[in-house]
């Protein structure tokens, strides 16, 4: 390599350091500003749970995630090398700490134990961010067979795909990492609504939904289930039918899952969705309210469907399911592609 390369190949690691550095120091703040909340509440003896709901939704949702990223890049890399190889071990024993405590929380049920326990994850992250960055970091970007804006890359890739594909039994991966963040999600959930939010319960279980539904559909029917439940403690909204009808005769699909098992409803309808072409329609019906339904859509396709409906029960649902015309699905697109090239 020659020095012009060399230094180009410096520079370049020093500003992926500093871009993981700010994003551990983002990531001990938003943890660190949860647990604050949490001690707070407890201590003006106000409703602990949604401060509590919160920092275990900032955990799955971001550090866990993160975490899991870091194991099957930065770990892989680092515990390779025979100095760092220990460290690597107390740091993926400190990421199952944070799991288990993260679970704890979520299930505390007194304001005293969910004040310890946001403590105790507050100590532990804030321990760990600290060794990530003075001890592993470091000696990466340090390494000459180390490519450090290589390993980000796949970081990247793996906390934003929610780790679609189930983790290889690499000696360093989490157990079945998944199903931790998907119950740690709707542990979340249940406490948000038991806080009086439930809309925001309903939408933090959609979006696990979405994340898993198809790579793991075992764990998206145990989000379907919870769903169904926390949609109970949503705010009630009175129903507008839609004055649109279909037409005489018209080309509009039926699709009526009554008859199909609760398990096999919602990929019918999401493959339905999914074969329409822009501007058309298909008329679900259905033997029960549909709004948790209703929640997939936003968190899977939001901005890109339409729902009207048709008839509100008491037996008989019926809602009309759209896929909008094509310029608003091109003014999307061009919306989605400035917000990827604005990262």
Same mark, same amino acid.
């Given at each position: 390599?020659?020095?012009?390369?060399?230094?180009?190949?410096?520079?370049?690691?020093?500003?992926?350091?500093?871009?993981?550095?700010?994003?551990?120091?983002?990531?001990?703040?938003?943890?660190?500003?949860?647990?604050?909340?949490?001690?707070?509440?407890?201590?003006?003896?106000?409703?602990?749970?949604?401060?509590?709901?919160?920092?275990?939704?900032?955990?799955?949702?971001?550090?866990?995630?993160?975490?899991?990223?870091?194991?099957?890049?930065?770990?892989?890399?680092?515990?390779?090398?025979? &100095?760092?190889? &220990?460290?690597?071990?107390?740091?993926?024993?400190?990421?199952?700490?944070?799991?288990?405590?993260?679970?704890?929380?979520?299930?505390?049920?007194?304001?005293?134990?969910?004040?310890?326990?946001?403590?105790?994850?507050?100590?532990?992250?804030?321990?760990?961010?600290?060794?990530?960055?003075?001890?592993?970091?470091?000696?990466?970007?340090?390494?000459?067979?180390?490519?450090?804006?290589?390993?980000?890359?796949?970081?990247?890739?793996?906390?934003?795909?929610?780790?679609?594909?189930?983790?290889?039994?690499?000696?360093?991966?989490?157990? &079945?990492?998944?199903?931790?963040?998907?119950?740690?999600?709707?542990?979340?959930?249940?406490?948000?609504?038991?806080?009086?939010?439930?809309?925001?319960?309903?939408?933090?279980?959609?979006?696990?939904?979405?994340?898993?539904?198809?790579?793991?559909?075992?764990?998206?029917?145990?989000?379907?289930?919870?769903?169904?439940?926390?949609?109970?403690?949503?705010?009630?909204?009175?129903?507008?039918?839609?004055?649109?009808?279909?037409?005489?005769?018209?080309?509009?699909?039926?699709?009526?899952?009554?008859?199909?098992?609760?398990?096999?409803?919602?990929?019918?309808?999401?493959?339905?969705?999914?074969?329409?072409?822009?501007?058309?329609?298909?008329?679900?019906?259905?033997?029960?309210?549909?709004?948790?339904?209703?929640?997939?859509?936003?968190?899977?396709?939001?901005?890109?469907?339409?729902?009207?409906?048709?008839?509100?029960?008491?037996?008989?649902?019926?809602?009309?399911?759209?896929?909008?015309?094509?310029?608003?699905?091109?003014?999307? &697109?061009?919306?989605?592609?400035?917000?990827?090239?604005?990262?």
């Amino acid at each position: 390599m020659t020095a012009t390369a060399t230094a180009k190949a410096t520079a370049t690691d020093t500003g992926v350091l500093e871009a993981m550095l700010a994003h551990h120091e983002a990531l001990a703040d938003g943890v660190a500003r949860r647990v604050v909340a949490v001690r707070v509440a407890a201590e003006r003896h106000d409703r602990y749970e949604t401060a509590a709901a919160e920092l275990v939704a900032y955990l799955a949702t971001e550090v866990l995630p993160h975490a899991m990223a870091e194991e099957h890049t930065l770990y892989q890399a680092a515990a390779a090398r025979r &100095d760092l190889a &220990d460290t690597v071990a107390g740091m993926v024993d400190e990421h199952r700490t944070l799991t288990a405590l993260a679970e704890r929380l979520a299930t505390a049920d007194e304001a005293a134990a969910a004040s310890g326990g946001a403590e105790a994850i507050g100590v532990l992250f804030a321990g760990h961010v600290a060794r990530e960055n003075e001890l592993i970091l470091p000696a990466l970007a340090a390494d000459a067979e180390v490519d450090l804006a290589g390993l980000l890359v796949q970081m990247h890739r793996l906390t934003e795909a929610g780790q679609d594909e189930t983790p290889v039994d690499d000696g360093l991966a989490t157990p &079945d990492a998944e199903a931790v963040l998907v119950r740690l999600l709707l542990g979340a959930a249940d406490q948000l609504a038991d806080a009086g939010h439930g809309d925001a319960a309903c939408r933090l279980a959609a979006e696990a939904w979405a994340a898993v539904r198809l790579a793991r559909p075992e764990l998206a029917v145990q989000v379907t289930a919870g769903l169904h439940r926390l949609v109970r403690s949503a705010t009630s909204e009175p129903v507008t039918l839609s004055a649109r009808r279909p037409e005489p005769g018209g080309a509009e699909a039926v699709l009526d899952v009554r008859a199909l098992v609760p398990a096999q409803r919602h990929e019918k309808i999401f493959a339905t969705y999914g074969a329409l072409v822009p501007g058309t329609a298909f008329v679900l019906v259905n033997d029960h309210d549909p709004k948790p339904l209703r929640y997939q859509f936003e968190a899977e396709h939001q901005g890109t469907f339409t729902w009207d409906v048709l008839e509100a029960g008491p037996t008989v649902w019926r809602v009309r399911i759209g896929r909008p015309a094509q310029q608003l699905r091109a003014a999307t &697109d061009g919306a989605e592609v400035a917000a990827t090239l604005g990262r």
